[in-house]
Structure formats: C-alpha cells, structure tokens
C-alpha cells in the first residue's frame, strides 16, 4: 500500500541528525509531494524526476517510510530479486519459479536488472532497500568488486545469493551449484570420445560459477593426465558476443581444438553462429558442449550436449530459503547437483577440422 501523494513520509540517517521529507525536497529542489510520488510507485512520474529525487535521497541518507505498519512488523510481503539480465532464458525459468513459490507464500516479487554491471549492483541494492523490501534474492554481475555483497552484509535484510557466495552475514544464504563437478564429468567425457585438445570459453575469472567451472576443466584435464593449454582458455565474459569471438580466435590457431565448451547458455549461442561462418560440422568436425539446457540447446541438429541445472528447482530452492531466512533470521547454504546431459555433439565420431577455412563473415 503506497501513501496518498503529499503524505510526509518521515525518515533517519545514521548519527543524531534526522533527514525528513523537506530536506530532500529542499535538496532537489521539487515539492514535498513530487518526492513522495517519486519515492513511491507512483506511476505518473518521469524517469528524469526519479533520478533527481533518488539522488538527492541518496545524498542526504535518507530512507523513507513507506509501509508504516509494515515496517513496524518488519515484514513487508515484498521481494527485490535483482539479475543480471532478464533476456537470458535461463534467468526467466528461474525467476518464473521463485515468483510461484513466493506468491503462494503472500510475497510479491520485485525484479530489477543490473544489465550485469556491477555498480548497477549496489545502485539497484539500494533501491530495494528504500522500498523496504522483506528480503533480497540476488544474482550479482561480479564478485569483484564485492560492494555488492558487502552492501547486502550492511544492510541486514534477509538476502539469499544465487549461485554465488556470500559473506558470513547471519541474515543471509546461498543457493549454489556443483559447476565444477559438472565440468569434471563434460572433460572426462569428452577425453574418453578421444578429444585432448579441449577449449574452455567462460565468464569472467571475477564470476563465481566461471571460477568453479575452470576449477572443474583443470582438475579433469590434470586427472587425463592432459596439460591444460592456456591458449584453449577463454575468460571473457557471458555473453554471445564473448562467444562468437573467443570461437572465431580458437579456429584460427594452427591447431584448432577438437571439442569447445561453453561456459554458458548465451556464450554457447555465439559459439554456434561462429561455427556456421566457418562451415565447421558440430558433432562431426569438431565436439561441443553447454551449459544450461534451453530450446538452442534441444532444437539445434544436431542436439546439444549439455551441463544441465533444474532451473526451476534453483528458483523454488532460493525462493523457500529466503522464506526460511525472513523467519528464523538465520542463514545457511545449499548445493544443488548438475547432470551432464549427452547428445549427438559430442557423442558422435570426429574428424579433426584442419583450420584452413576462412569465415564468410566481416570480422568483428
């Protein structure tokens, strides 16, 4: 419930000096109600007036009242869920889920994208924070810097982090997966179809599922007794642009790899498309492997062997431990396990691409 436009909401700063709705009006320079509309959800209000409200609020430290009884009975029934992207496919099955089993509990979701940009993080933080949300489930862009997860430790609202660690903060919990057991297991299957010139194309070293994965493809390199080839190591990010160029690079090599992984559902879209440029045969010419199973990864032919997550079990998982955490005040962490799913890309009989053809397409 959000107060009548012109209703003085009240607020504090840290120390003796107390900020109230004039000083933030007087800061922006707007009207008492201009501020109350903007620092609510009113939907009559102009981005560039929320900016300017907001960044006066920001300033001066303070944080409004929104719910009265709410925030007296510190529970609000709403959720911020903060993701990196929401065009992804996999961060739709996950937070469709977590909504689910929120509502069924009384909770709304509030979902807001950093569009993986880390100081996106702490801004977007801070925004759920002034709308005094009961709890946090939060997929952050980076761990370096961590102003995220310290922020999340300061701000002392109940908080689970998907699929990345957190501080060692009572009030918060994580929903993690065995990215490193499941790369262990695409290696060694790939090293038994014969494969030891294998690349890896993953997420920033800074990403904690993209350590845990190359953690995983070391170990089992090391384990084949195959020495890990930095040159087959591609950290450059989630996305299918990161994809398409660490692919167009690992080609041209005087000896391209025979298997590529991608660390990542977008990143193996790029890898695709780089693939066909250069009229390479997946499963035939050279192996592939992704992660997360999406329609790319079932509707393409042939169909693409995968480290499959239960996408809908991270979101009810993060959803039911937020839930928990709200009430107890008590933080813990759960694993889920990965299943390596295999198809026809990596299962069928290889013969070595040469590494003389030339894509069609412009370089980029």
Same mark, same amino acid.
Request: proline share 5%; glycine share 8%; net charge negative.
């Given at each position: 419930?959000?107060?009548?436009?012109?209703?003085?909401?009240?607020?504090?700063?840290?120390?003796?000096?107390?900020?109230?709705?004039?000083?933030?009006?007087?800061?922006?320079?707007?009207?008492?109600?201009?501020?109350?509309?903007?620092?609510?959800?009113?939907?009559?209000?102009?981005?560039?007036?929320?900016?300017?409200?907001?960044?006066?609020?920001?300033?001066?430290?303070?944080?409004?009242?929104?719910?009265?009884?709410?925030?007296?009975?510190?529970?609000?029934?709403?959720?911020?869920?903060?993701?990196?992207?929401?065009?992804?496919?996999?961060?739709?099955?996950?937070?469709?889920?977590?909504?689910?089993? =929120?509502?069924? #509990?009384?909770?709304?979701?509030? +979902?807001?994208?950093?569009?993986?940009?880390? !100081? @996106?993080? /702490?801004?977007? &933080?801070?925004?759920?924070?002034?709308?005094?949300?009961?709890?946090?489930?939060?997929?952050?862009?980076?761990?370096?810097?961590?102003?995220?997860?310290?922020?999340?430790?300061?701000?002392?609202?109940?908080?689970?982090?998907?699929?990345?660690?957190? =501080?060692?903060? #009572?009030?918060?919990?994580?929903? +993690?997966?065995?990215?490193?057991?499941?790369? !262990? @297991?695409? /290696?060694?299957? &790939?090293?038994?179809?014969?494969?030891?010139?294998?690349?890896?194309?993953?997420?920033?070293?800074?990403?904690?599922?993209?350590?845990?994965?190359?953690?995983?493809?070391?170990?089992?390199?090391?384990?084949?007794?195959?020495?890990?080839?930095?040159? =087959?190591?591609?950290?450059?990010?989630?996305?299918?642009?990161?994809?398409?160029?660490?692919?167009? !690079?690992?080609?041209?090599?005087?000896?391209?790899?025979?298997?590529?992984?991608?660390?990542?559902n977008l990143i193996l879209a790029g890898v695709l498309q780089a693939l066909k440029e250069f009229a390479v045969?997946?499963?035939?010419?050279?192996?592939?492997?992704?992660?997360?199973?999406?329609?790319?990864?079932?509707?393409?032919?042939?169909?693409?062997?995968?480290?499959?997550?239960?996408?809908?079990?991270?979101?009810?998982?993060?959803?039911?431990?937020?839930?928990?955490?709200?009430?107890?005040?008590?933080?813990?962490?759960?694993?889920?396990?990965?299943?390596?799913?295999?198809?026809?890309?990596?299962?069928?009989?290889?013969?070595?691409?040469?590494?003389?053809?030339?894509?069609?397409?412009?370089?980029?």
């Open positions: 419930m959000t107060r009548p436009s012109g209703e003085a909401d009240q607020g504090c700063m840290a120390g003796a000096n107390k900020v109230t709705i004039h000083d933030v009006a007087k800061k922006a320079g707007v009207s008492i109600s201009s501020v109350s509309r903007a620092l609510g959800t009113h939907p009559h209000v102009s981005d560039t007036l929320r900016r300017r409200v907001e960044s006066a609020a920001d300033e001066l430290g303070y944080q409004p009242d929104f719910l009265g009884h709410s925030l007296r009975s510190r529970n609000t029934h709403s959720v911020g869920f903060l993701v990196g992207s929401i065009s992804n496919p996999v961060v739709a099955d996950i937070s469709s889920s977590a909504s689910d089993v =929120l509502s069924a #509990h009384g909770y709304a979701m509030l +979902l807001v994208c950093s569009q993986n940009r880390p !100081e @996106a993080d /702490v801004e977007y &933080l801070r925004f759920l924070a002034r709308r005094q949300v009961s709890g946090l489930i939060v997929s952050s862009a980076a761990n370096e810097p961590e102003q995220a997860r310290v922020l999340v430790d300061e701000l002392r609202i109940p908080a689970v982090m998907l699929d990345r660690y957190r =501080l060692d903060s #009572h009030h918060a919990s994580a929903v +993690l997966s065995d990215h490193a057991g499941g790369m !262990e @297991a695409a /290696v060694k299957h &790939l090293v038994e179809q014969g494969h030891l010139h294998i690349a890896l194309i993953g997420g920033r070293e800074d990403f904690d599922p993209a350590q845990e994965r190359l953690h995983g493809f070391r170990r089992a390199l090391e384990a084949a007794s195959v020495a890990p080839d930095p040159a =087959l190591i591609c950290s450059w990010g989630m996305s299918a642009d990161a994809g398409y160029t660490a692919t167009r !690079e690992l080609l041209a090599l005087p000896t391209p790899p025979t298997a590529l992984i991608a660390g990542g045969t997946v499963g035939r010419e050279v192996a592939v492997i992704g992660c997360d199973d999406t329609e790319l990864t079932r509707l393409h032919e042939p169909p693409i062997t995968v480290i499959a997550r239960d996408l809908a079990m991270l979101g009810t998982s993060a959803a039911n431990l937020l839930i928990e955490t709200i009430a107890t005040g008590i933080g813990r962490d759960i694993s889920l396990p990965v299943k390596l799913t295999i198809r026809q890309s990596s299962s069928l009989p290889y013969r070595r691409f040469d590494g003389r053809r030339q894509s069609s397409a412009t370089p980029t």
